[in-house]
């Protein structure tokens, strides 16, 4: 009875044993192929990544002498908010641990422990010599509701963050990249690319903003000073009404508007024009005069990018939106959203 008891205690065992060893060899994270992956620059941080069976296994990292710490998300977008929330791997240096948070909301408070790990399965981290590093492996498919699945046939979403103040406080730098996950080790050379040059999209708002100023000022200054052409800011479209009649309300306001109105109203729709044949058509990320980039989806910007307590966290901040209305209303929508203050001016073109 005791050796009966004995040799099925072995059995158990040596199966255990057997299925680890098994996992572990199928883990794309201990095949000696992951370490000969090429890293690629991500922002700050080099990602490492290699994707074998089912499984993909990440490891990001960050050399700073000051940094406490660093995430990594794989995101359904550039933002860092989506709906349905996805979550992200931050490493939390000054703790030493390596955990996935919920993405819900810019504030600090939105940003929540998830409940359930199981999908993220910490292989490695380590703090040595100011470099911060982490290694992760994840199933391609989503098997929690904020995973995002991982094609990898196709560039993923991928947004980084780190910061020099201990976990939880607001990022120093962050940033949105396309980032091919690598397959095989045949070709090394061209497994893992980061497309961040092809979703930022250079633009010349300056240039047409300054040339449609030009203009304006150069008709205003032939207007004013040229006797012949007086006529533009002092007459106005049609003489008004002598009388009330139907459409009153409809030909008063012409009755008001001078020539001169006219041609700077064209002249702005003409430089609008302009500026959004510049414009990428497609999705990506354009550059804004004051250097930060800005994501925008069918030719529009997402607010929650440019308006979010994160990076406006401490300051005294009214929004006024300008432009036209649906884009205004959502200028609206993201400043309530923030608890910002918000004035708005609407052209209707």
Request: aromatic share 8%; glycine share 6%.
């Amino acid at each position: 009875m005791v050796w009966s008891t004995v040799l099925v205690g072995l059995l158990v065992a040596s199966g255990g044993l057997y299925n680890a060893l098994a996992q572990n060899a199928s883990s794309p994270c201990t095949d000696l192929s992951f370490v000969q992956q090429p890293a690629a620059v991500v922002g700050p941080l080099t990602v490492r990544s290699l994707v074998q069976g089912s499984s993909v296994c990440i490891q990001a990292s960050l050399q700073s002498a000051t940094a406490k710490w660093i995430a990594l998300a794989i995101s359904r977008s550039f933002s860092m908010i989506n709906v349905p929330n996805n979550n992200a791997i931050i490493f939390d240096a000054v703790k030493n641990v390596v955990q996935p948070y919920v993405l819900s909301d810019y504030s600090i408070a939105g940003v929540t422990l998830q409940a359930d790990a199981s999908s993220i399965a910490v292989k490695a981290m380590t703090t040595a010599d100011g470099l911060l590093s982490f290694t992760i492996e994840r199933p391609l498919s989503s098997t929690s509701s904020y995973d995002v699945a991982v094609d990898p046939n196709v560039p993923t979403n991928v947004l980084w963050a780190y910061a020099d103040t201990a976990w939880p406080s607001s990022h120093l730098d962050r940033g949105s990249v396309k980032l091919q996950f690598a397959t095989s080790a045949g070709n090394i050379s061209a497994l893992l690319v980061a497309s961040v040059e092809n979703s930022r999209v250079e633009t010349h708002t300056a240039v047409i903003g300054a040339i449609a100023f030009a203009i304006i000022i150069a008709l205003g200054l032939v207007a004013s000073y040229l006797i012949r052409w007086r006529f533009i800011h002092l007459s106005t479209l049609c003489a008004p009404s002598r009388r009330l009649h139907a459409f009153s309300w409809l030909t008063k306001p012409f009755s008001d508007i001078k020539i001169g109105e006219v041609i700077v109203v064209l002249v702005y729709i003409g430089a609008m024009a302009t500026f959004y044949v510049s414009e990428a058509t497609e999705d990506g990320r354009v550059q804004t005069e004051s250097g930060e980039l800005i994501s925008f989806v069918a030719g529009r910007p997402k607010m929650d990018e440019m308006l979010n307590p994160t990076d406006l966290f401490g300051k005294n901040i009214a929004v006024m939106a300008c432009g036209p209305p649906s884009l205004v209303q959502e200028a609206q929508w993201q400043a309530r959203l923030c608890r910002l203050d918000f004035h708005k001016e609407v052209f209707i073109l």
